[in-house]
């Protein structure tokens, strides 16, 4: 490649952004130095949908930001279509799509205005605004005040102008907050059409784990800025396994038993109260039901269902957080 960036060969043809180790540490007001990205590493693959995951202050949108070049990184390296980061930036950014922290738009002009005005910046016409606007199905109302939207239309719109520049790689910080589940499915199926029908790749964070597991293909769980899991979604299903769900008087009790013998326990509400899941495999059923009557608790109900994608996240995070407590939100001090 001749175009100037440093370290440009193309990376394996499937991989579109790779992270490696990456480290980013700010200053906060109070003089501490936060670590935001604690050799965080991750990749993602041309034509998928990758979702971002991870508590509040992992440091999401921190690594949304550095692949956008919106933070300057202190160690590791990214790169995305096989140019490194920083210095290829003005060739990747062409190619990339983003939405960070909520549109910007102008609360008195339409929809379509405000795309236009953001289409001129990129020297994109009328044509393209229909376009995205279509795309995003908000054809309808093109012509309202961007005041009179909804939530999940202002995020729709703005996807919509994160798409005016035709990219190749679609970044969202969050595009399905606060929004209704309507407007989630129609976010959800927005981005299986751009995978399926424009080969788009699109990177998104989301708490949403239902609707990351409906529509992504791979997954990143990001705790305290370093990466605990980044793999398909289907091997991480497959992986989960099962759950066994205890249905029993005592839960609190035969919750501090089973984790007294070091299982992974999550009281949800079931059909008819409370229960209990707990990770394992087939076959430990027989030692449950031994281990909670050696303590005098008979559980009413024990079935076996497939573990679902928070169920993996919550194991995930637990996991982390019993291998190395929790510092606060990796804030170093000095
Ligand atoms: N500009 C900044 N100055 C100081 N600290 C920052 C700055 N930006 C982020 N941080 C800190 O870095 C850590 C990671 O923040 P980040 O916003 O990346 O997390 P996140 O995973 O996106 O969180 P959320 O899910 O709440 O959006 C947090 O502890 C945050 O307070």
């Known amino acids: 490649m001749t175009d100037g960036s440093t370290a440009v060969e193309e990376g394996p043809a499937c991989e579109l952004v790779r992270f490696d180790s990456v480290v980013k540490r700010f200053r906060t007001s109070l003089g501490r130095r936060q670590t935001a990205l604690d050799g965080f590493s991750m990749t993602v693959p041309r034509g998928s949908v990758v979702g971002l995951l991870g508590p509040n202050g992992s440091g999401k949108t921190t690594a949304l930001k550095a692949l956008l070049g919106l933070v300057r990184t202190d160690a590791g390296t990214i790169q995305a279509f096989g140019h490194q980061l920083p210095a290829g ?50 054809t309808h109302a093109a012509r309202r005040p ?32 606060g929004l209704d589940p309507e407007a989630v499915r129609d976010m959800r199926e927005l981005f299986t059409r751009l995978r399926d029908e424009r080969g788009m790749t699109v990177v998104v964070s989301s708490h949403i784990l239902a609707e990351v597991e409906m529509v992504c293909d791979r997954v990143t ?38 984790e007294s013998a070091g299982l992974t326990v999550t009281v949800a509400a ?34 076996v269902r497939q573990a679902s994608l928070e169920d993996v996240y919550i194991t995930a995070i637990r996991k982390a957080d019993a291998a190395q407590p929790a510092t606060g939100s990796a804030a170093d001090g000095d």
């Open 89 to 138: 930036q003005k060739f990747v950014a062409p190619r990339i799509g983003a939405l960070i922290e909520g549109p910007a738009f102008t609360a008195s002009l339409s929809g379509e205005h405000n795309l236009r005005l953001f289409g001129e910046l990129h020297g994109v016409g009328a044509g393209a605004v229909a376009e995205v606007l279509e795309l995003v199905g908000l």
């Open 270 to 303: 079931g059909p008819h109260g409370s229960e209990l899941h707990v990770d394992g495999a087939p076959g430990r059923d027989a030692g449950l039901v031994k281990l909670l009557a050696e303590h005098r608790l008979y559980p009413e109900e024990l079935r």
């Open 146 to 177: 961007f005041s009179g939207y909804s939530l999940g239309m202002k995020q729709r719109l703005g996807v919509a102008g994160a798409l005016l520049a035709a990219p190749e790689l679609l970044v969202l910080d969050e595009p399905m907050n």
């Open 221 to 258: 769980i990001v705790r305290h800025g370093k990466v605990i899991c980044d793999a398909p979604v289907s091997e991480l299903l497959d992986r989960g396994a099962v759950r066994t769900v205890v249905r029993i008087q005592d839960v609190s009790a035969a919750r501090s038993v089973l």
